[in-house]
């Protein structure tokens, strides 16, 4: 018998994977396993939003908690936001980012910030639409993974 838990963790997992397919990337690590180790728990390093038509998991969010220091304030990272193709269009990718923004405004946040592909023009015409503005084009996205991560957390 199948939890309503783990159909959430499955149904995540696929979408995240699809969400990676869609940004031409392979499926990635993260699985239902994963969504339940780290989503849950004494320390959750991500909170879940799901959206639903007719019963069936269409879409999700994926945020985890921020602070930014210029405006000394808290705030939601946007990891992830995924609707089904079959779903798109239909406002369910409205509703997850006004889900998402309650949650930040109730929570005392004051901003809501993630990255999107320079080249996904659909996704970033979506957030344009929302009311979304680029705050700062002239900063580059950087990251710090794997050996080079560990090279530099060894010396």
């Given at each position: 018998m199948l939890h309503q838990g783990d159909a959430v963790a499955k149904a995540d997992a696929a979408m995240a994977a699809a969400l990676n397919a869609d940004d031409g990337y392979g499926p990635g690590a993260?699985?239902?396993?994963?969504?339940?180790?780290?989503?849950?728990?004494?320390?959750?390093?991500f909170s879940a939003l799901v959206a639903k038509v007719e019963g069936a998991i269409v879409g999700y969010a994926m945020t985890y908690p921020g602070y930014g220091s210029i405006s000394a304030s808290r705030g939601l990272h946007l990891?992830?936001?995924f609707v089904?193709?079959?779903?798109?269009?239909?406002g369910v990718g409205r509703a997850l980012m006004a889900a998402?923004?309650?949650?930040?405004?109730?929570?005392?946040?004051?901003?809501?910030?993630?990255?999107v592909l320079a080249g996904n023009i659909r996704s970033r015409a979506f957030y344009e639409r929302i009311g979304a503005?680029?705050?700062?084009p002239e900063l580059a996205c950087y990251s710090l993974e794997g050996p080079a991560l560990g090279k530099l957390a060894g010396g």
């Amino acid at each position: 018998m199948l939890h309503q838990g783990d159909a959430v963790a499955k149904a995540d997992a696929a979408m995240a994977a699809a969400l990676n397919a869609d940004d031409g990337y392979g499926p990635g690590a993260f699985d239902a396993d994963a969504f339940r180790r780290d989503g849950f728990g004494r320390d959750p390093a991500f909170s879940a939003l799901v959206a639903k038509v007719e019963g069936a998991i269409v879409g999700y969010a994926m945020t985890y908690p921020g602070y930014g220091s210029i405006s000394a304030s808290r705030g939601l990272h946007l990891a992830d936001l995924f609707v089904d193709p079959g779903a798109r269009g239909r406002g369910v990718g409205r509703a997850l980012m006004a889900a998402v923004a309650r949650v930040c405004r109730d929570g005392g946040g004051g901003w809501v910030s993630w990255t999107v592909l320079a080249g996904n023009i659909r996704s970033r015409a979506f957030y344009e639409r929302i009311g979304a503005t680029v705050d700062r084009p002239e900063l580059a996205c950087y990251s710090l993974e794997g050996p080079a991560l560990g090279k530099l957390a060894g010396g």
